[in-house]
């Protein structure tokens, strides 16, 4: 007996492809997983990548110097005591960077920075053969940097060499020459920069500055050799 339905018809069912010859149904789904691929990569490719570093950024920071307290070649090379050095002050970071060049991921960066610290110590009421002092640090230096990241944040490592001056001078009294004299000085530290908006970022810097000797004075011998270590944080404009 001859089939009612031809050898070439495929019945109809509820699938979609259902109608469809075999050889038909593949070709049918490699062309929606593709349209899917496509579609789905569309987004990513039209997704902008992040800015590159900035050609400038300015740094504003106020900062917390860890002067010495337990120093006593410190405290000799001024004829003081050691429960007179003032310890912990309080100072301002100011920086200017430029990135002229960028080379794979890393964005080099040249600068200066200057950073001024003070710190004041007054003895308590009723303590007697105590001073009150004032110790004072300025620094000023170039810089070189190596930054990591794009343009709405970036870490980096920098240092530099400059000059330093260090005073730790008596409450009503001048400055001895110990106090103004140009102390060659090291500085190396690292921080990071989040752009909160377009212009400006909240930043923070931490900081060594290794200080080179002082020469003595009359009878006091000259300040040690000593690092210094400075915490910053505060904006950065770009």
């Known amino acids: 007996m001859r089939s009612l339905v031809p050898g070439n018809i495929v019945k109809k069912g509820p699938y979609p492809f259902s109608g469809l010859s075999p050889a038909k149904k593949s070709t049918a789904s490699c062309s929606i997983l593709l349209s899917i691929v496509l579609v789905g990569a569309r987004p990513a490719r039209a997704q902008d990548p992040p800015p590159r570093i900035p050609w400038f950024a300015v740094d504003l920071h106020g900062s917390v110097p860890r002067f010495p307290s337990d120093d006593q070649e410190l405290a000799d090379s001024r004829g003081m005591t050691l429960a007179e050095l003032p310890g912990r002050g309080l100072g301002v970071q ?7 060049l960028r080379w794979r991921g890393v964005t080099f960066g040249i600068g200066g920075e200057l950073a001024a610290s003070r710190a004041r110590k007054t003895p308590a009421q009723g303590v007697q053969n105590l001073r009150s002092w004032e110790e004072r640090y ?14 709405y944040g970036w870490s980096y490592l920098s240092g530099g060499l400059g000059r330093s001056t260090w005073a730790l001078v008596p409450a009503g009294q001048a400055d001895s020459a110990q106090d103004s004299e140009k102390l060659k000085t090291i500085n190396y530290g690292g921080g990071a ?38 915490i910053g944080a505060g904006v950065s404009i770009k």
């Open 193 to 230: 920069r989040w752009f909160i908006k377009s212009h400006v970022a909240f930043s923070f810097d931490v900081r060594l500055y290794a200080i080179n000797p002082g020469l003595p004075l009359g009878k006091f011998p000259g300040s040690p050799r000593t690092t210094l270590m400075v």
């Open 138 to 151: 300025t620094s000023i230096a170039p810089q070189l940097s190596f930054n990591f990241g794009h343009g």
């Open 94 to 100: 100011v920086g200017v960077h430029l990135y002229p």
